[in-house]
């Protein structure tokens, strides 16, 4: 079963605009990744926040961990038309290595 | 550094049969995990090995099947196949168990008809 739903499933922006995708989580984390994944292909690791830690960047990607709400938001600014793609948080729970995978974000960028 | 390879990328099987997906980690990792992924269910785990053992499976039939070799390629079988295992199976790579990130091959895209 899925451990994460991101919100919203869909999002469709024009280029230069800012895209925010967030994900909720049921149980105590080790740590959230997010990932992207273009036209079912495989998964790229995009950027991982500890369960320590309230903010991340990555370039144009900005990640925030909020343990006491159990979610997460990924911010990616300026976005491109090549930033098209399906996006994916996943956490690992303090007792385990797998990675329980949301049903991902679906975003749009037009030019 | 060569990424994670899959064989094969596309497989049509029909219904009964056996299939067996290979996996070969980046040079150096020693972990190798396995997850399925559909429309319907989206991405779950199916099992991670390292060192050849299996440390952790997820909630699949006993259909579902692994190993990993000492040169810690890794493969998956499924056995008799039904249309509902038609999916993306995708394999993803690390240094060890203790580490977080996960390098993912391009998957192996299986029809069942």
């Given amino acids: 079963s899925q451990q994460g739903e991101e919100d919203p499933q869909a999002l469709s922006i024009q280029e230069g605009e800012n895209a925010t995708m967030n994900c909720s989580y049921k149980t105590s984390i080790n740590n959230l990744q997010w990932y992207r994944q273009n036209s079912g292909r495989g998964l790229v690791h995009l950027i991982l926040i500890r369960s320590n830690e309230r903010e991340k960047h990555s370039g ?21 038309a090549a930033d098209t793609a399906s996006y994916f948080c996943a956490t690992v729970y303090q007792a385990g290595t797998a990675l329980i995978f949301g049903k991902g974000t679906t975003l749009s960028v037009s030019s | 550094k060569a990424g994670v390879t899959q064989t094969p990328r596309y497989l049509i099987k029909t219904r009964g049969q056996q299939v067996t ?26 099992f991670e ?36 295992d038609s999916a993306l199976y995708l394999c993803a790579s690390k240094a060890a168990p203790g580490f977080d990130e996960q390098f993912f091959g391009p998957g192996t895209r299986l029809t069942v008809l």
């Fill in chain 2, 21 to 46: 997906l290979s996996c070969s980690p980046i040079s150096g990792h020693r972990s190798v995990s396995w997850y399925q992924q559909t429309p319907g269910q989206g991405l779950q785990f199916l």
């Fill in chain 2, 49 to 84: 090995y390292f060192s050849e053992t299996q440390r952790n499976k997820g909630n699949f039939p006993g259909r579902f099947s692994g190993r990993q070799f000492s040169n810690s390629r890794s493969e998956m079988n499924v056995s008799t196949l039904e249309l509902g």
């Fill in chain 1, 60 to 80: 144009r990607l900005r990640v925030t961990l909020d343990t006491s709400k159990k979610s997460s938001s990924l911010l990616i600014t300026a976005s491109r």
